[in-house]
């Protein structure tokens, strides 16, 4: 991703019709963390329809660029995904995704997750041509403050 559109959307907070629900943070190993889309999401492979996923690391002690997203009870695994580290400038509390808007009717493409307190995230890896594309479209900062696990915040004003 381009560095100067990412500097610049991590300054936007834009929600877009996105919903987070954040669950209590027991275990900070694994990041778990619980998120509620309101529209539909893509993901590497795979979009991912409204509803609440849990989004964590792979078991612990395994290779820790695997993020597997699984439904909110966490009893039914959608994905295991491949992601590389990546760095941000401005470190929140609060757990960010980056989208990217891919236009065209097409849902936004997660690109990034950053767990609160941390500096690393996840760059989910796409296909080449796939990733291309996604460099070219408009990215979006998403935060969200923690809340208990029964409350939702809409991220932006």
Not at 40 to 68: C, H, R, W
Not at 139 to 149: T, V
Request: glycine residues 8%; aromatic residues 10%; proline residues 5%.
């Amino acid at each position: 991703m381009r560095m100067s559109k990412l500097n610049v959307m991590l300054g936007m907070v834009m929600a877009a019709g996105l919903f987070f629900t954040f669950a209590a943070h027991a275990d900070e190993a694994d990041q778990k963390t619980i998120l509620t889309f309101s529209t539909p999401v893509q993901i590497p492979g795979e979009v991912l329809q409204t509803g609440t996923y849990m989004f964590k690391l792979a078991e612990y002690g395994s290779d820790q660029n695997l993020v597997q997203i699984f439904n909110a009870g966490g009893t039914k695994l959608y994905a295991t995904l491949m992601t590389v580290p990546t760095y941000r400038q401005n470190v929140t509390g609060n757990t960010t995704v980056i989208l990217t808007e891919q236009g065209s009717g097409q849902p936004d493409a997660l690109t990034k997750w950053y767990y609160p307190g941390e500096e690393t995230g996840h760059q989910f890896l796409y296909p080449t041509h796939e990733e291309k594309q996604l460099e070219k479209d408009r990215m979006e900062a998403i935060m969200a403050h923690p809340q208990p696990a029964n409350s939702r915040v809409r991220a932006g004003a």
